[in-house]
Nanobody, 129 residues
Framework: QVQLVESGGGLVQAGDSLRLSCAAS???????????MAWFRQAPGQGCEFVAA????????YYADSVKGRFTISRDNAKNTVYLQMNSLKPEDAATYFC???????????????????WGQGTQVHVSS
């Protein structure tokens, strides 16, 4: 099993920055570099939305069009931690943000939620206008 714990959410004003963290642990976690990691978000009354992904061995990164140029996904494999740096936040970025992990080597689309087998509990981000 792999456990994921998100942190760093909070209330900010539009235009501010925030950095989310996702700490990975568990008996099955031999090396974070072997996992593809992603962030998804869900606003109240909305479905789960892909935000960003970093594939295993950091071969590729993907971003939703809505966050491209503003958000950056990164990882510190030595700390088993993945980050989401969010800049120029907008009210529409307000949501619960979830970290996800996948041991898969290949999938048709790393932006799909079903590509990931491990999920955290989420951290809330509130953005006031």
């Amino acid at each position: 099993q792999v456990q994921l714990v998100e942190s760093g959410g909070g209330l900010v004003q539009a235009g501010d920055s925030l950095r989310l963290s996702c700490a990975a642990s568990g008996r099955a976690l031999s090396a974070l570099s072997g996992y593809s990691m992603a962030w998804f978000r869900q606003a109240p009354g909305q479905g789960c939305e892909f935000v960003a992904a970093s594939t295993w061995s950091e071969r590729s990164t993907y971003y939703a069009d809505s966050v491209k140029g503003r958000f950056t996904i990164s990882r510190d494999n030595a700390k088993n931690t993945v980050y989401l740096q969010m800049n120029s936040l907008k009210p529409e970025d307000a949501a619960t943000y979830f970290c996800a992990a996948s041991i898969r080597r290949y999938t048709s689309d790393w932006r799909r939620g079903d590509a990931y087998g491990y999920w955290g509990q989420g951290t809330q981000v509130h953005v006031s206008s």
